[in-house]
């Protein structure tokens, strides 16, 4: 299994980015797919969480209505567009399979098995 996280950078408060997790060796049907991110200092936090199962996604409270998590079954991709980013949203972003098809109802790093290497998002003036 792999992930590969891109389309991180640098932008403006208020702007928008949207990252890509290209997964192999599993596809979205079998597996649930979150983004995490880390700041500096700080503990990795889960961000959202899709099942193209069962059609439902999970979000964190700091991103709801700002974020977009969405898959690509014929790309095997999930995506996460960021809207009206904030200098908070600064992070290592990671993409990370589930160990179950569905999102788990809290984002606990033990419900989470195979990571990408990250990509960076700053946000700042």
């Known amino acids: 299994v792999q992930l590969v996280e891109s389309g991180g950078g640098l932008v403006q408060p208020g702007g928008s980015l949207r990252l890509s997790c290209a997964v192999s060796?599993?596809?979205?049907?079998?597996?649930?797919i979150a983004w995490w991110r880390q700041a500096p200092g700080k503990e990795r936090e889960g961000v959202s969480c899709?099942?193209?199962?069962?059609?439902?996604?999970n979000e964190a409270d700091s991103v709801k209505g700002r974020f977009t998590i969405s898959g690509d079954t014929a790309k095997n991709t999930v995506y996460l567009q960021m809207n009206s980013l904030k200098p908070e949203d600064t992070a290592v972003y990671y993409c990370?399979?589930?160990?179950?098809?569905?999102?788990?109802?809290?984002?606990?790093?033990?419900?989470?098995?195979?990571w990408g290497q990250g990509t960076q998002v700053t946000v700042s003036s």
């Open positions: 899709i099942s193209v199962n069962r059609g439902t996604i």
């Open positions: 060796g599993v596809t979205l049907n079998s597996y649930a």
């Open positions: 990370a399979t589930a160990v179950q098809s569905w999102c788990p109802s809290q984002f606990r790093n033990f419900e989470f098995d195979y």
